[in-house]
């Protein structure tokens, strides 16, 4: 049973930077080729979960929200079954639980454009509190 383990979290000032990691464990190296999507999603209360970021099985980079565009970076490395989120410049309106995903089936539509739902594989979260 694949898990995907989030990591990297924490509290930082407004201006600040964190880097997020997130492990695909219980699988051989490798098995994130498998992936045709990985995607960062965040949750505040009260709102729907949103994607801010995803990456796609030829590492074409897209971010699906222009509020973190140029702030964050993602990026994976197959061979380590691992994916990461750069930000930078945060705000507190990056205040929320950053989850990682990912999807397995092929689609050709833009990973960024999936929801939620389209996604098979979630990790536990990892919190993310921006002060001002």
């Known amino acids: 049973q694949v898990q995907l383990v989030e990591s990297g979290g924490g509290s930082v000032q407004a201006g600040g930077s964190l880097s997020l990691s997130c492990v695909a464990s219980?699988?051989?190296?490798?098995?994130?080729?498998?992936?045709?999507?990985w995607a960062w999603f965040r949750q505040t209360p009260g709102k729907e979960r949103e994607g801010v970021a995803a990456?796609?099985?030829?590492?074409?980079?897209?971010t699906s929200t222009d509020s973190v565009k140029g702030r964050f970076t993602i990026s994976r490395d197959n061979r380590k079954n691992s994916m990461f989120l750069q930000i930078h410049s945060l705000k507190p309106d990056d205040t929320g639980i950053y989850y990682c995903?990912?999807?397995?089936?092929?689609?050709?539509?833009?990973?960024?454009?999936?929801?939620?739902?389209?996604?098979?594989?979630w990790g536990q979260g990892t919190q993310v509190t921006v002060s001002s």
């Open positions: 990456i796609d099985s030829r590492d074409l980079i897209t």
């Open positions: 995903a990912a999807r397995r089936e092929r689609t050709t539509s833009r990973c960024a454009d999936l929801g939620a739902a389209d996604y098979g594989y």
């Open positions: 219980r699988v051989a190296s490798g098995f994130a080729y498998s992936f045709d999507c």
